[in-house]
């Protein structure tokens, strides 16, 4: 070949070399999840919030695995960003009920000045509540007032999924359609709910 065409033969060795890093790069063992985890928790204390919003929705997916890491997402529910604190709120939901330990801070939450907060903090401590006695479920009832219809909505499924639908009684004078149907058929699907609420139901 550099016999043939002397001008391309180091163009010809450039190629073969690239193809061969190539292949040597895609056998190389893959990164096992533990490490990839443990990079995500290493960018929740970078100074660019963007970094730290890709780093919680990473471990968001991870679900209950990202357990371990609980303690560093709930510190994030004071980040200066809305944004970041939404994403801790959702991390936290999908950790489950392994981040209990956390309730309060999610109901601390829910004064959150940014209304996308509120709603996730609100869903996620429904996550985490899951049907167990949980103390915050009164915090959640003043989400009643709150101005933003998405927080409302939240709120009652927050309430839903704690299986305290008995308690919706104020979202019946929701100012939001969508919040007073959503309650009523939440109060339906609960038998001890509809007994207490029969005449919201009945109206």
Known sequence: LKGIFPAIAPWCQ???????SMAMFNHRPAASNDYIEDEQVDKLQSWDEYER?????????????????MGDVAKLLDDENAEVRKCAAIALGKIGTQARSHLPS?????????????????RALGAVGNYQN?????????LA??????????AVECLATLG????LEPFFQSQFAAVC??????VGRSPEAR?????????
């Open 195 to 203: 007994e207490r609420l029969f005449g919201f139901l009945a109206e």
């Open 14 to 20: 450039f190629a073969s070399d690239c193809l061969s």
């Open 164 to 167: 305290e639908a008995r308690l």
């Open 145 to 154: 007032r709150d101005k933003d219809e998405g927080v409302q909505l939240a």
């Open 106 to 122: 999610l109901a601390a939450s829910l004064k959150d000045a940014d209304s996308g907060v509120r709603a996730e903090a609100a």
């Open 53 to 69: 919003k890709v780093a919680l929705q990473s471990l968001a997916l991870q679900g209950e695995k990202a357990a371990r890491y």
């Open 181 to 186: 149907r959503t309650t009523v058929v939440e």
């Open 134 to 142: 949980t103390p915050q479920a009164q915090s959640v009832v003043s």
